[in-house]
């Protein structure tokens, strides 16, 4: 029988390892109610959800809180929580059968021509810089309408 126990070298160092069951962190992330957890691998991140809230961690560093969205309106009645395959976007079913989906990670779009790049800065705009002329160019989009933000030299 070989029991499962740390490696030691010549020298008696104790090499690091988890015996299988040993509790490796511990959190209390809602205060009364932990109702679902989601782990996305293409974010390294966990999401839980409980109470009126969604809590995101990195999985990298779980003692600390990635992101925090308070959900009033639903008041304690976040049921599942399930990110997509990508990563891109997080959902929550709620017990009175509503879904909500929040955007967790912007795709990169964008397209140059000539000395010019634009692309998506959020949903609702896009960055446009031309290095050559030192300009930066920030358009928003509002109910069909595109309105130039800011214009200013990059220097």
């Keep these: 029988w070989r029991l499962n126990m740390p490696e030691v ?8 390892h988890t015996l299988i069951g040993q509790e490796l962190f511990q959190s209390r992330n809602h205060k009364n109610f ?12 966990a999401a839980s959800c409980g109470d009126n ?7 990298t560093e ?7 969205i308070d959900v009033e309106e639903e008041k304690g009645t976040l049921h599942q929580i399930q990110w997509t395959d990508d ?13 909500l989906t929040y955007l967790a ?3 990169m779009l964008g397209e140059a021509c000539g000395t010019r790049l634009a692309y998506l800065t959020s ?5 446009i810089v031309n290095d050559v002329e030192e300009v930066r160019m920030l ?5 069909s309408m595109i309105i130039l933000y800011m214009e200013a030299s990059l220097r």
Excluded: C, M, W
């Design 139 to 143: 358009y928003f989009f509002r109910h």
């Design 9 to 16: 070298d010549t020298y008696g160092t104790v090499q690091p």
């Design 34 to 45: 932990l109702s679902d957890v989601a782990i996305t691998l293409a974010l390294n991140q």
């Design 105 to 107: 990670r912007l795709p």
């Design 87 to 99: 990563g891109q976007l997080l959902t929550v079913s709620t017990l009175s059968g509503g879904v």
């Design 62 to 68: 779980l003692k600390e809180v990635y992101t925090i």
């Design 123 to 127: 949903l609702l705009e896009v960055t």
């Design 53 to 59: 809230s969604i809590k995101i961690h990195d999985l």
